[in-house]
């Protein structure tokens, strides 16, 4: 029986064979009380644009780990050689440790070469690396650089796939970002023009993205030159308390009061020098 199971030719069309299987799989983890782990969700706006002499990226500073802030202040646009730059938003190790891989290879590659790399090199090997994790790395990227072509533009999804487009904007708050730039998008702008477009985009996400806040860094590249203004702009600023929290003394009553006496014991303690002759 078995054989002929095996010998039967594939059928056509999707195969939903697994569906029961997994359905049992959730039904007794359920019952040991252990629940699958959930996708993790993260928080993040990035962006990137193309002008007249180079790129400009664009990123905000906020980390989140669930529902608490943990960073006010990171860093999210890293580096991958002297010409090249990458956003990262998704798992803050994931794109951290992967520019990191990526930019060590591209070293190589320049060293051997003698020349800078050029955009379309660290493109291929971001994807080639992330297809083939098939998307367990959670980093999702906007590339962009200036190399001997001219200025390049990319952005990369964790499975690997990737575009080249003028603009783009990734993380839970592109949306917002990319209302901006298709509303006021214009070839061959001038570099404060797009330092400008790219700087609101993230404010956009800042403000209409709970995952995405604080300050706003860019990176301009161009042939030769880059320029990492990091804060470029504080557009998230706390707010300062109008009010008086300070209550006089006896404001609340206490109704009772009780004391109880902690039994001690006092240890003598000698500390020796460790002989390292």
């Given at each position: 029986?078995?054989?002929?199971?095996?010998?039967?030719?594939?059928?056509?069309?999707?195969?939903f064979e697994n569906c029961k299987r997994n359905a049992l799989?959730?039904?007794?983890?359920?019952?040991?009380?252990?629940?699958?782990?959930?996708?993790?969700?993260?928080?993040?706006?990035?962006?990137?644009?193309?002008?007249?002499?180079?790129?400009?990226?664009?990123?905000?500073?906020?980390?989140?780990?669930?529902?608490?802030?943990?960073?006010?202040?990171?860093?999210?646009?890293?580096?991958?050689?002297?010409?090249?730059?990458?956003?990262?938003?998704?798992?803050?190790?994931?794109?951290?440790?992967?520019?990191?891989?990526?930019?060590?290879?591209?070293?190589?590659?320049?060293?051997?070469?003698?020349?800078?790399?050029?955009?379309?090199?660290?493109?291929?090997?971001?994807?080639?690396?992330?297809?083939?994790?098939?998307?367990?790395?959670?980093?999702?990227?906007?590339?962009?650089?200036?190399?001997?072509?001219?200025?390049?533009?990319?952005?990369?999804?964790?499975?690997?796939?990737?575009?080249?487009?003028?603009?783009?904007?990734?993380?839970?708050?592109?949306?917002?970002?990319?209302?901006?730039?298709?509303?006021?998008?214009?070839?061959?702008?001038?570099?404060?023009?797009a330092k400008q477009l790219v700087r609101d985009a993230i404010?956009?996400?800042?403000?209409?993205?709970?995952?995405?806040?604080?300050?706003?860094?860019?990176?301009?590249?161009?042939?030769?030159?880059?320029?990492?203004?990091?804060?470029?702009?504080?557009?998230?600023?706390?707010?300062?308390?109008?009010?008086?929290?300070?209550?006089?003394?006896?404001?609340?009553?206490?109704?009772?009061?009780?004391?109880?006496?902690?039994?001690?014991?006092?240890?003598?303690?000698?500390?020796?020098?460790?002989?390292?002759?």
């Amino acid at each position: 029986m078995a054989a002929v199971s095996v010998c039967r030719p594939q059928c056509g069309g999707f195969s939903f064979e697994n569906c029961k299987r997994n359905a049992l799989l959730e039904a007794n983890v359920a019952k040991l009380g252990c629940s699958l782990p959930p996708a993790r969700k993260t928080g993040t706006t990035i962006c990137g644009v193309v002008y007249k002499d180079g790129v400009v990226l664009g990123a905000d500073t906020r980390a989140t780990e669930g529902m608490v802030v943990a960073d006010k202040n990171c860093s999210k646009i890293h580096y991958i050689s002297p010409n090249i730059y990458c956003c990262g938003a998704g798992t803050a190790a994931d794109t951290e440790m992967t520019t990191q891989l990526i930019s060590s290879n591209l070293e190589l590659h320049s060293l051997s070469t003698n020349r800078l790399p050029r955009v379309a090199t660290a493109n291929r090997m971001l994807k080639q690396m992330l297809f083939r994790y098939q998307g367990y790395i959670g980093a999702a990227l906007v590339l962009g650089g200036v190399d001997c072509n001219g200025p390049h533009l990319y952005s990369i999804y964790p499975h690997g796939s990737t575009d080249k487009l003028p603009y783009v904007t990734m993380g839970s708050g592109s949306l917002a970002a990319m209302a901006v730039f298709e509303d006021r998008f214009k070839p061959n702008m001038e570099e404060e023009e797009a330092k400008q477009l790219v700087r609101d985009a993230i404010a956009a996400g800042i403000f209409n993205d709970l995952g995405s806040g604080s300050n706003i860094d860019l990176c301009v590249i161009t042939k030769g030159k880059v320029d990492y203004l990091r804060p470029h702009d504080e557009v998230n600023k706390k707010g300062v308390r109008t009010g008086d929290y300070k209550y006089k003394h006896g404001t609340t009553g206490v109704l009772t009061k009780q004391v109880t006496p902690l039994q001690l014991e006092v240890m003598e303690e000698s500390v020796q020098t460790m002989d390292t002759s």
